[in-house]
């Protein structure tokens, strides 16, 4: 039995590369694109409530999950009892209906800004203001991309973002690995959050990530399982604390408090501080939740099976 009784947010998490990750390198072997093209309705479905479940035995109580087409995630999040968004790609934007926007779970994410020409960005900051719909934005993913971005709009990647209004939406900034000090200043003035994934980026291989400048900035943060197909928002938590205090040489420069803020639905009551909580591993002991948990993941064993097979 674990003893941490709080639940913890999970501000983005694929549900495919959560379903698939632990059977075959999804990603790297296959586009999405691909993997789409062999699945059914029924599958996207059990891949979603796969995602779903394993965050939900992880202590999950706030979920925004990515999925590749619209509610397909909203009735896992339903049944499960998990409140949160799906996140939705910002290029099917066009095809959203009135239907999808019901209960406000609905997201867009922004995964390139070089995919979208200047009044691509104006378009779609229009209709997330019309539709008071919340965006997720990816910038700094890569030093190149970075460079790209400041090449074709002769501005750094958050003063985009200021001159089309994000800023002034409900805005979350994710892949942050190469935003420099005076884009973190930048988003200091704005109610902007941000969100990071230390394990999903550590497997990608991307730059790690120093918390100290963006408490400095008392910029607004949480935390995400990424790409992750293993849940553990706690392990999320240790590693930032572990990658600031390599990066600046010097422990303790993060406070427990701190990342337990970022990480928790609710505030702990409990003092944490003198503990050693992030290296303890959530997984809640439920027998209904288990059965649901291995009857999914014989189903989504065959369905790996059977993309590798196709491709």
């Known amino acids: 039995m674990h003893s941490f009784d709080k639940s913890f947010k999970n501000y983005f998490c694929d549900a495919i590369s959560c379903s698939l990750g632990e ?14 093209t062999l699945l059914n309705n029924d599958e996207l479905n059990a891949l979603c409530e796969f995602a779903v479940i394993k965050n939900k035995k ?14 397909f995630g909203r009735n896992a999040l339903d049944k499960y009892h998990i409140d949160g968004k799906e996140i939705l790609s910002a290029r099917q934007m ?16 922004v995964e390139d800004l070089l995919d979208y020409k200047e009044g691509a960005l104006s378009e779609l900051s229009d209709f997330l203001a019309k539709a008071e719909m919340p965006v997720i934005i990816s910038l700094g993913r ?3 991309e970075v460079g790209k971005v400041v090449n074709r709009y002769g501005k ?7 001159d089309f209004g994000f800023l002034d939406r409900n805005c979350y900034v994710y892949d942050l690995n190469f935003i420099d000090k005076e884009d973190q200043k930048l988003l200091s003035s704005y109610d902007t959050t941000l969100i990071f994934s230390p394990r999903s980026d550590g497997e990608e291989g991307k730059g790690a990530i120093n918390l100290y400048n963006f408490i400095y900035n008392r910029l607004k943060f949480v935390f995400s399982s990424g790409k992750c ?5 706690l392990g999320e938590g240790k590693l930032a604390s572990i990658n600031t205090n ?6 303790g420069l993060v406070k427990t408090s701190d990342l337990l803020d970022a990480l928790l639905v609710e505030k702990a009551e409990k003092d944490y501080e003198n503990i050693n909580i992030f290296d303890e591993r959530v997984d809640i002991e439920d027998e209904r939740l288990n ?8 189903k989504v064993i065959e369905i790996a099976k059977r993309i590798k097979e196709k491709i």
Not at 229 to 233: A, E, F, L, Q, S
Not at 291 to 298: F, P, T
């Open 291 to 298: 059965i649901d948990y291995l009857n999914l993941r014989e």
């Open 94 to 109: 066009g095809n959203l209906t009135t239907g999808d926007f019901v209960g406000e779970r609905v997201m867009l994410y």
């Open 229 to 233: 197909y293993n849940i553990d928002m």
């Open 246 to 251: 390599n990066l600046m040489y010097e422990r």
């Open 156 to 162: 750094s990647p958050v003063e985009i973002l200021e």
């Open 142 to 144: 890569t030093l190149e």
């Open 23 to 36: 059977f075959f390198d999804v990603f790297d072997e296959f586009s999405e694109e691909q993997i789409l």
């Open 58 to 71: 992880a202590g999950v109580g706030e979920l925004y999950l990515k999925v590749p087409f619209p509610s």
